[in-house]
């Protein structure tokens, strides 16, 4: 794997990604330092150090019950879901997009993945466009913060 990969500039342009991909299958989001990096590790349990049997990544594919809503708002969700990674693990975390296919359930329920092919960075200013996204929307929702107490 290789960490020079195009990078998406917007929010619009992960969207079209999805889009193209039939609605998302198989394409995962990895906050990491990069598929090099991955490619030598595997995720851990953080409560008890057990090495996992993939990567944890959030999936981009859109869920039947999503129903007709903005894909945009799915995918800014998406995209919000981990970045907390990056206060807890470096600035040098980032998101990034890899086609994958799910091998496990991690000890959250999220889905485990082999990287079958990483396909892009996402550019932090996607990042402010994700918040932009969920504030506009934001009104009747609960509380979307991650972090852990």
């Known amino acids: 794997m290789t960490d020079a990969l195009p990078e998406l500039h917007s929010l619009d342009a992960l969207v079209t990604l999805v889009t193209e991909a039939d609605n998302g299958a198989n394409l995962y989001v990895r906050w990491s330092r990069g598929p090099a990096l991955d490619e030598q590790t595997s995720s851990r349990d ?46 040098d975390v980032r998101p990034w997009v890899a086609r994958g296919r799910e091998v496990a359930r991690g000890p959250d329920n999220e889905p485990l993945i082999e990287v079958c092919r990483p396909v892009a960075w996402i550019h932090p200013d ?16 609960g509380p979307l913060d991650r972090t852990p107490s």
Do not use: F, M
Not at 49 to 69: F, I, K, M, T
Not at 72 to 90: C, F, K, P, T
Not at 126 to 141: M, N, S, Y
């Open 126 to 141: 996607v990042l402010d466009e994700v918040d932009a996204t969920l504030t506009e929307h934001r009104a009747d929702w």
């Open 46 to 91: 953080e409560l008890t150090g057990v090495p996992l049997p993939g990567l944890s990544a959030n999936p981009l594919r859109v869920e039947q019950w999503w129903g007709d809503r903005s894909l945009r708002l799915w995918v800014a969700r998406r995209l919000h879901d981990y970045r907390h990674l990056r206060e807890i693990r470096g600035a």
